[in-house]
DNA sequence: CAGTATCCTACACGATACTG
DNA sequence: CAGTATCGTGTAGGATACTG
């Protein structure tokens, strides 16, 4: 009822298990979870607001995947109303660290991309 | 016609051009075709056999992207058969150093995390 | 060989309403 | 407050056929 005819063998990320969680680091919402986890620790509306954009939907599931794959630690207190507080495990901050590590990379070199582009897009656009 | 109600005032990558970098170095496609070609310049038809899984429509769209980004240098030799030559730049060997470092560090810690997930699982399953 | 063009479907994601 | 449930839609991406 969904794989249909059965493309490839091996394909579909069963094949690696590792690309799933690269794919929850790297996701448009992940890499912002945890890049402002980095800096602290942030109750779930504190953290949408922060972020920016996300809808609460995304959000929980962006948390609960991360939280699954050991990332983050999710603490909430029995009280009324509910508090709950989100922060970064040790192996959440190297993972943030990482993709943070990425994404400023990326940023440094953006110049270069965007004269890569102009580039070619001109080159077409002759 | 496409932003319908407009959610956020500065959401949509727009905020961030470099959010659609990332996203090309990190997509699906991006990730193993910057890996494979760290190795060694590939033709088109090889590159899509190494990667595996890859129909040539991404693969298609995958190298023009990280080629108009500037990260893939495309080699055309006007022979019949046509002869097509795809190799990184020095930007693209760089850019696929990291995803290639940030891939390596997933896989390094994946024990952990199929460890998290498990204590994760079974805490719901009880 | 190295692609483009077309069609089609699954699902990622946002909006909204509701609950403990 | 901190979420879940539900619905609707845009689009990523696969299959297939065709071209220079």
Request: hydrophobic share 40%; net charge positive.
């Amino acid at each position: 009822m969904s794989v249909s005819k059965m493309s490839a063998p091996d394909v579909n990320q069963s094949m690696c298990p590792s690309r799933l969680v690269l794919e929850h680091v790297t996701s448009r919402w992940g890499v912002l979870v945890l890049a402002a986890l980095l800096e602290r620790s942030y109750r779930f509306s504190e953290l949408r607001r922060t972020v920016g954009g996300v809808s609460e939907k995304m959000l929980a599931q962006t948390l609960r995947t991360l939280e699954r794959d050991g990332f983050v630690r999710r603490d909430a207190q029995a009280v009324i109303p509910p508090r709950v507080d989100y922060s970064l495990t040790e192996l959440g901050r190297e993972a943030g660290e990482q993709v943070w590590g990425l994404a400023r990379w990326v940023e440094r070199r953006m110049d270069e991309v965007s004269e890569a582009r102009r580039a070619y897009d001109e080159a077409r656009t002759s």
